[in-house]
């Protein structure tokens, strides 16, 4: 009997500080384990998968640059805005 009623859904957030470690388990399959003790969450990724996830992350590497580099840009753009403004102010002053 397949009961297809039941959905598992799970988060988690993974930061730099977070203990990461892995161990290739056989030929095919690579274990990776975030956390320690009893907080811990694993992966388990044949070698097919684990290659796409790398993908996936390379892109999602990349992204993360764009933004970055969009949101530093945007802020350098504001700063010379202000920079501007404030430099015609004072010299309508003088």
């Given at each position: 009997?397949?009961?297809?009623?039941?959905?598992v859904n799970s988060g988690v957030?993974?930061?730099?500080?977070?203990?990461?470690?892995?161990?290739?388990?056989?030929?095919?399959?690579?274990?990776?384990?975030?956390?320690?003790?009893?907080?811990t969450f694993e992966f388990l990724f044949d070698k097919a998968a684990l290659c796409e996830f790398m993908n996936l992350a390379t892109e999602a590497l990349r992204e993360i640059d764009e933004h970055r580099a969009r949101e530093e840009?945007?802020?350098?753009?504001?700063?010379?805005e202000l920079d501007a403004t404030h430099d015609l102010h004072f010299r309508r002053l003088a």
């Open positions: 009997m397949c009961d297809n009623s039941l959905s957030a993974v930061r730099d500080t977070c203990p990461m470690r892995h161990r290739v388990r056989d030929c095919e399959d690579a274990e990776f384990v975030f956390g320690s003790g009893a907080k840009a945007e802020a350098d753009h504001e700063t010379a």
